[in-house]
């Protein structure tokens, strides 16, 4: 097997189609069907919802085209579909070096002490039973980061979810300092 076609990663040509729709869909002076594509996610309240979507269906078609036509298993397209999900929801930001979502969900601005996501929540993204709790829990916790993350690596990181990836992301997540006593 190609290297391109890697089953535990989602393969260059895919993403590099994810990111290019997220660009058109996330411009201020997106076009029309841009924009309505965009609303049209933003309102898909579960996984399921999400791939009854024309909108998706197109961004899942062309992502399709892009590896080749090779079809990804069903539990990979519900990894998709949140990535689509979600992707309707992040903003393109000002920031010179969007973060990944523990990053985010972790970054204090100067004299803040707490993270925008608490510890609890945190973990319990991390223990998400299944793809459709974690879209959910990430989908709450998007306007908590002011919805400005790195959505190619938001992609990595969903469409690999597994234990690697969740230890990644407690070793990236800054963990609230505790008082000494």
């Known amino acids: 097997m190609s290297n391109s076609l890697n089953p535990y990663r989602l393969d260059s040509g895919a993403k590099q189609a994810f990111v290019r729709w997220w660009q058109r869909i996330s411009d201020d002076k ?3 069907w841009a924009r309505a594509d965009r609303a049209s996610l933003k309102h898909a309240h579960d ?9 998706y269906q197109r961004v899942y078609q062309d992502m399709l085209a892009a590896r080749g ?10 990894r998709i579909a949140a990535m689509v999900g979600l992707a309707a929801h992040v903003k393109k930001g000002n920031s010179p070096e969007p973060l990944s979502l523990p990053k985010a969900m972790s970054y204090r601005p100067e004299g803040v002490d707490r993270n925008p996501v608490s510890e609890l929540r945190f973990l319990r993204l991390l223990d998400a039973p299944d793809i459709d709790a974690l879209y959910l829990g990430l989908r709450r916790c998007l306007p908590l980061i002011k919805s400005q993350i ?3 690596l938001m992609a990595d990181d969903l469409f690999e979810w597994g234990d690697w ?17």
């Open 30 to 32: 997106a076009e029309s």
């Open 47 to 55: 996984v399921l919802a999400l791939t009854c979507t024309p909108a």
């Open 165 to 181: 990836v969740k230890k990644r992301w407690a070793y990236d997540y800054r963990w609230p300092d505790k008082a000494t006593a």
């Open 150 to 152: 790195d959505v190619a």
């Open 69 to 78: 036509g090779v079809a990804w298993p069903a539990y990979q397209q519900d």
